[in-house]
DNA sequence: GTCTATATCTTGATAGAC
DNA sequence: GTCTATCAAGATATAGAC
């Protein structure tokens, strides 16, 4: 994405990233094969090859960097209707608590699990993970300065409250419950008001 | 540990828990394999499967509730000298900074890796994961309640500080920086304060 | 109980026919 | 470009000598 590279738009190489998506959501990197990738892909084995070359460390870089453009257009859409951001914080882990439900416990966030994973064991694509939670807190952290959050405190206030969300999400899916979530829901606000207030 | 069964003091039984524990956080559960195990432990490979007959998901689990025990006394030894529950919940997260820092940014939670891996595939590691979070979340329900929290509040309290640890090591172990765990130590205090005085 | 050798399966990856 | 067959290496797990 930041190089400006063209990413090719082949449907069958778009199925193989979808499946990539689901399946780490689910499985994590290390616990999907790729041979699982093309059955949910409905692809031959060799496909994947054909247009990542790099294997699997290659698709597992797209899947990061792809589902972490599209989070962050979510995570948009989602706040910056709202001119009053602690009600926009809350209302939006609220969504976030019923997508857990439909997602029947796998992770809404699509990178989490991989990027525990490859944190400690691999550096292209631990890096990955890390520009995609960047670009999440770079969001929200304007949009809070917008807000009235001191710009010293913006960044701050934004990554405790995607760290909050993910944090949430993991016990949420261990409890196969909403509730971590919504609890949650409650603390970002504090949080978000706290920061407003200058602490 | 709940059904007060025994657990053999075997020391090559120990050192083969201890590998397993030190792999996981690093490479996770699918990410380590049995033979990497029994080298790190020193002992040779059927060993393994003498004291774990049930194979890598008993290693597994014995993993997560005897880590998650010692870490459970680990959050108490930290937080029960402080009369002041916000200077106790700041200061944890400053030890969890450096702590997270001296591991060379391995998860300092022991458990938190494998149960994003073991949330959607892994029926009985899953509930072994929910029950060590369920047992930290306890405690600091009970030492805030304790501290002034009102009850009905204290468990969603003690249970969105216990997620913004587990996100803020995830989101600085992705950027290996120490920052979001000390950002999310200003908000944790932040969270407790607003639940001392009811909102 | 300790340790080695091996069985069986699955993994990521490649070669080559079509 | 699509698809199949196959490779070498890894995995978990087992058998059995000592």
Redesign the interface.
């Known amino acids: 994405m930041s190089d400006g590279k063209a990413i090719s738009t082949h449907e069958t190489r778009q199925r193989i990233v979808k499946a990539g998506t689901e399946l780490f959501r ?3 990197y ?2 999907t094969g790729m041979k699982q990738i093309a059955e949910a892909a409905g692809a031959p084995f060799g496909s994947i090859y054909h247009f990542f070359p790099g294997g699997k460390a290659q698709l597992g870089e797209e899947v990061i960097r792809t589902s972490g453009a599209v989070y962050l257009g979510l995570v948009t859409a989602l706040t910056a209707p709202y001119e009053d951001r602690v009600a926009a914080t809350a209302d939006a882990f609220a969504a976030a608590a019923g997508t857990l439900a439909e997602l ?4 809404p966030c699509p990178i ?2 991989v ?3 490859v ?3 691999n550096e292209a694509l ?1 890096q990955a ?2 520009e995609v ?2 670009s999440w ?1 770079e969001y929200l952290a304007a949009y809070y300065a917008q807000g009235g959050v001191p710009e010293s405190a913006a ?3 934004a ?10 999400f ?2 949420g ?4 419950s909403t ?2 979530v919504r ?2 829901g ?2 970002a606000a ?2 978000v ?3 407003l207030a200058g ?1």
């Open positions: 689910r499985s994590g290390t616990g029947d416990f796998a992770d989490a699990t990027a525990m994973e944190a400690s064991t631990r993970t890390s939670f960047d807190i960044r701050e206030t990554g405790s409250v995607i760290a909050l969300l993910e944090g949430a993991m016990l899916r261990a409890a196969r509730e971590p609890a949650a409650t603390a504090a949080i008001r706290a920061a602490q």
